[in-house]
Every structure is written in structure tokens, then in C-alpha cells.
């Protein structure tokens, strides 16, 4: 089984919280965690800028809890969309989108959800949970969306933090899982404090209320996840074009060939 992971730590100024982050989530048993970069268009004109290397950030990763190895850390980015413009971005070969190791789109709207599950080029869509959701979902994108290997992330931390928030993330979870019955699911936490963290047997305990079976919420925290990440390699990777060009023999090698593959070559 692949190992357990959190798609969404929220990347901030302050390095010592961000150390007792890391240090949390590895005592808790997570393999590896994302380092998330929020850009919100409709806040003011943001730029999209270059990943900070983890190695720049902590000089020494800890140890994951039960295990030798040390925590994994990825940089991600987070596009808050609310207009259609704001598409174009990812829709360019901007080369500093291509250094994160994981893209995510917010979509406000049903038009741009439809967007991001259909034509955009990421890897995870996130789901809002802090407040009830402007549209309904619909079958076709989201099954666009799962067959391009895309994920729906929903965020934990909302829900233990304010009972207004609870009802709001438990009733768009339960919306979402109608739709797309379970699969492509990767729930996070979005944690701002270490005592927000919270274990992935804790998390995938939470996935039940969302509406996920045992097996699909344990999956929401590890093999989801780890396919995210997969997704993301991909899209890194596969940005070029391979052909291939048949080499002209020489006037030799045709001259020593046997009779019956000179005439097939010559045919």
C-alpha cells in the first residue's frame, strides 16, 4: 500500500511553523506533504512565481514515524479562478507553472468547474467547503474529469474548526460523492497549526461522513494521493514529441544483404 499523504500544507513566511508542520505530520505517519502556493486573481494582480526549494526551507527533513526515511516535501500551486481569463494562464507554457511538482485549480463558478474538469491541464480540482456551494455537480464533466485522471480535493480542517463549516463540508462532500461515487478523491488538511493536523486513520474516519467507503477513504489519503503525485510527473514530463526517422542504408549493407530481404527492401 502506498504511503500516507497530505496534498495540502499552506506554504507561509514563518519557516519555524512550517518546521513544527513538517515535524507533525511525520510523527503522525505521513510519507510526504505539499507545500501549497496560493494565487487568488480577484485579490490583486499576482504573479506566478518560482517554487522555493524544500532543501532552501529546512536544512534537515524529519523522520517519518515508524519508518528510516525522511518526509517527502512537493511544492504545489493553487489557481483561485472566478473568471474565465483566468484560464489562460495554465493554458500558456509559462515556465515557472511547469516547476511545481502539482497544480490545482479552485473554481468558483459552474462554468469554470466545467473548465478545469474538461480542458485544463492539472491534477487536482478542489472543492469549496466553507460555505454552500453556487452550483450543482454534474455527471458529464466530473466523468471527463476522473477518466483524464484528474482528483477532487476536500479539505478536513474547516470541519473541526467551526460547526457551521462541518454542515457546509459534509453537505458538498455528500453532493460530490453522488456524482462521482466515490472515486478520485483526495482529502487534505489545509492545516495552518499543527494541532490541526490530525493522523490518516483520523482523516479516513472523517471520510466516512463524507460519504466514502472504508476502502475509498483510506485510498483519499494514500493511493489517491500518490496517483496525484503520479499525475503530476506526467504533466511535467510529457511536454515533448517523439518521432521517428528511418535511416537510409548504405550502398554496402545492400550489396551484402540476401536476396530474398533485398527484395522486400526494395519493395
Not at 512565481?49 to 528510516?68: A, D, N, R, W, Y
Not at 490545482?104 to 459552474?110: H, N, Q
Not at 510529457?238 to 521517428?244: D, E
Amino acid at each position: 500500500m502506498a504511503g500516507f499523504s497530505d496534498l495540502n500544507i499552506p506554504q507561509g513566511p514563518d519557516k519555524k511553523s512550517m518546521q513544527g508542520l513538517l515535524e507533525t505530520a511525520a510523527h503522525l505517519g505521513y510519507s510526504a506533504v505539499a507545500l501549497n502556493h496560493v494565487i487568488d486573481f480577484k485579490e490583486k494582480k499576482q504573479e506566478i512565481i518560482k517554487p522555493v526549494s524544500p532543501s532552501e526551507l529546512f536544512p534537515s527533513l524529519p523522520v517519518v514515524q515508524g519508518t528510516s526515511k525522511r518526509i517527502k516535501v512537493l511544492t504545489r500551486l493553487t489557481l483561485v479562478i472566478s473568471d474565465p481569463s483566468h484560464c489562460n494562464l495554465l493554458r500558456s507554457t509559462s515556465p515557472n507553472i511547469r516547476l511545481y511538482d502539482i497544480i490545482a485549480v479552485f473554481p468558483k463558478t459552474e462554468k469554470l468547474f466545467h473548465i478545469a474538469c474538461t480542458t485544463l491541464d492539472v491534477d487536482l480540482v478542489c472543492i469549496n467547503v466553507t460555505e454552500k456551494l453556487p452550483f450543482y455537480f454534474r455527471r458529464p464533466p466530473v466523468n471527463v474529469a476522473i477518466d483524464r485522471g484528474i482528483y477532487f480535493e476536500l479539505l478536513y480542517t474547516p470541519a473541526i474548526k467551526d460547526s457551521t463549516m462541518r454542515r457546509y463540508t459534509i453537505s458538498n462532500a455528500i453532493s460530490l460523492m453522488q456524482i462521482c461515487k466515490g472515486k478520485n478523491i483526495v482529502v487534505s488538511s489545509a492545516a495552518e497549526r499543527p494541532l490541526e493536523l490530525r493522523g490518516p486513520y483520523d482523516v479516513a474516519n472523517l471520510g466516512l461522513l463524507f460519504g466514502l467507503s472504508e476502502g475509498e477513504a483510506k485510498a483519499a489519503v494514500s493511493t489517491n494521493c500518490r496517483a496525484a503525485m503520479l499525475h503530476g510527473e506526467t504533466r511535467k514530463s510529457a511536454c515533448g514529441i517523439v518521432y521517428t526517422l528511418k535511416k537510409p542504408r548504405k550502398v554496402e549493407e545492400e550489396e551484402t544483404l540476401p536476396a530474398c530481404k533485398k527484395a522486400k527492401t526494395q519493395a
